[in-house]
């Protein structure tokens, strides 16, 4: 079957995703508990107002990648996104590797995430200074609930992000509405961290990439899925951008803030502001952290069934549950959130994105030069810049990160050799 081709059982399936559809869930994907911890983090590193510059810079960094996946996914009528796409322009190795790492990036982020509940939940329910402990249990809770079904997982998950963007709307809101004027300390720009800022807010605008998965599900593809994937990164960054300005004005010391949108909220609005915000965080968390936890597992389980006949992670129950991909992925989460600190388990999850992002553009390149899938050299023009961006993004990556993300595709490579002399 052609990469192209819709997969097996899809071709009758109805097409139930437009436009609209999918801009909700590209923004869905991005909006997450990134931006809940990021101002503080980049406050450190760009002080005062310029903050709100590394946001723009990384929409501009991300844009050309953005309309990689937008070309690729309106190419493929098939579900799988950037290991359909490196199977097709590499082969089976190569897209076993990209879709390892796609998977070694969602366990990250989901462990930033859940670690991030932990940080902002466990004291408001009175766990103290046991906010690792917090999070362990709640990746428990979120695993037990998973296990229950993928149809009772995804009422649950659909219903916390109905309510997720309505406080961060009702902040920015409140600031623009205010005319707020407070004294921003600039801070010293001598030692400003422009690229390592950058990678940083890489982890919050991540996302996008999940628009073109469900591709054998969409109506007008070629027009549905580059306007949502371009669409949710651009809308998404400009809310982050205002949430950032609205954390700089309303706190002048902000890069010491814990919690800077909950402090934002109370310097705007007062502790009503304050409560509704900070609930807002707790239901943004706890929903996007079961939603990964869900999820996650699944890249897994794909991933392993991609060319072997007698697959044993990817089984599903009953249910529809890859249960023993499931019980992996716990164990992992578990294991980083217990020993990883929040901030270094952003930028994991961002350099593994990166390699992510990095395929698939030269797989767009590939393909276009090969004229494969209706593509032509011309649609690949923003590939160069696309690498060049993810280049310079990539070079505020530690030599500890780097060595970690060596790890996660020297494990790739050994899984695929052993899955290779297993199914020989």
Known sequence: MSPSEPSAGTVAAARELGVLSLLALGINGIVGVGIFFTPNLVAALVPGRAGVFAYALTLLALLPVALTYARLGSRFDRDGGPYVWARAAFGEQIAFLVGFV????????????????GEYTAPLLGWGDHKKLFAVCAALVFGAIALSGLKPSAWVWSSLTVLKLLPLLFLVGVFALGGHSASVESGSLGHVSWSRAVLLIVFPMQGFEIVP??????????????????????????????????????????????????????????????????????????????????????YLAAVEAGGAENALIAHETRHHVPRRALFATLVLVVVLVSVGALSRLFVLSSVAVLFQYSVSVLALCVLALRRRNGLSPRDALSAPFALVALGIVAQAVERAELFVMSGIVAVALLLWFGRARLFR
């Open 102 to 117: 796609a998977y070694a990036s969602a366990v990250l982020s989901t462990a930033a995430v859940i670690a991030g509940l």
């Open 213 to 298: 998965v469900p591709g054998s599900h969409v109506r007008s593809a070629a027009r549905a899925i580059p306007i949502a994937t371009i669409g949710s990164l651009v809308l998404c960054a400009g809310l982050y951008a205002l949430l950032h300005l609205a954390c700089v004005v309303a706190v002048p010391t902000l890069a010491s803030q814990h919690t800077p949108l909950i402090a934002a909220a109370q310097a705007l609005g007062g502790a009503h502001l304050a409560t509704l915000v900070s609930a807002g965080t707790n239901v943004s968390a706890i929903g996007i952290g079961f939603g990964m936890m869900a999820m996650t597992p699944r």
